[in-house]
T-cell receptor
Framework: AQKITQTQPGMFVQEKEAVTLDCTYD???????LFWYKQPSSGEMIFLIY??????QNATEGRYSLNFQKARKSANLVISASQLGDSAMYFC???????????FGTGTRLQVFP | DGGITQSPKYLFRKEGQNVTLSCEQN?????MYWYRQDPGQGLRLIYY???????QKGDIAEGYSVSREKKESFPLTVTSAQKNPTAFYLC???????????????FGSGTQLSVL
């Protein structure tokens, strides 16, 4: 079965510090993509970063980086220099390339404090 | 600006009533999706459509129905058969994911459905 696990229901981080949000996945497929989305309190889902299973380099997008460890099946999101506006729910998702559906984890609520 | 519009933002349903959630996109995307979000359960796929006049059931389709008569529109009807409809509903669209590997989903701002 394909599954995404986010074990941290909530995380706190002080402004300007870095934080890592954990994500592990389970799939027997060799080809897949991993995604992170941010959901502010307003409700919309905002795409943050993508990692392909064959990508050798960890993906980076501005203050976001994805720590991809294929053997461990983990795809942790690292947010550097946290800002108050980073407070939101964060979802990890996966799509095996032979499907057209995105599978989501249960999310982690991040709160950034001054 | 291109994007996905969901309406209404809040919707209330009476017992035994069907309600329809609207989703419109002007991104010229082939595929559209409906997800349900409950607290602590992440997003679960209800229905999706890869082309006009065709759609497939997701993981939790029971009690829901959809139509795809136009490329831009993918309305979701929550029927009276859905016994626990209170949730946040998100519509999304993308290009046909079967043709690419790294394409992401674009989401609307959601509809909160509550039962009176």
């Amino acid at each position: 079965a394909q599954k995404i696990t986010q074990t941290q229901p909530g995380m706190f981080v002080q402004e300007k510090e870095a934080v890592t949000l954990d994500c592990t996945y389970d799939t027997s497929d060799q080809s897949y993509g991993l995604f992170w989305y941010k959901q502010p309190s307003s409700g919309e889902m905002i795409f943050l970063i993508y990692q392909g299973s064959y990508d050798e380099q960890n993906a980076t997008e501005g203050r976001y980086s994805l720590n991809f460890q294929k053997a461990r099946k983990s795809a942790n999101l690292v947010i550097s220099a946290s800002q108050l506006g980073d407070s939101a729910m964060y979802f990890c998702a996966m799509r095996p390339y032979n499907t057209d559906k995105l599978i989501f984890g249960t999310g982690t609520r991040l709160q950034v404090f001054p | 600006d291109g994007g996905i519009t969901q309406s209404p933002k809040y919707l209330f349903r009476k017992e035994g009533q069907n309600v329809t959630l609207s989703c419109e996109q002007n991104l010229n995307h082939d595929a559209m999706y409906w997800y349900r979000q409950d607290p602590g359960q992440g997003l679960r796929l209800i229905y999706y459509s890869q082309i006009v006049n065709d759609f497939q059931k997701g993981d939790i389709a029971e009690g829901y129905s959809v139509s795809r008569e136009k490329k831009e529109s993918f309305p979701l009807t929550v029927t009276s058969a859905q016994k626990n409809p209170t949730a946040f509903y998100l519509c999304a669209s993308s290009i046909d994911l079967r043709r690419t590997t790294n394409e992401k989903l674009f989401f609307g701002s959601g509809t909160q459905l509550s039962v009176l």
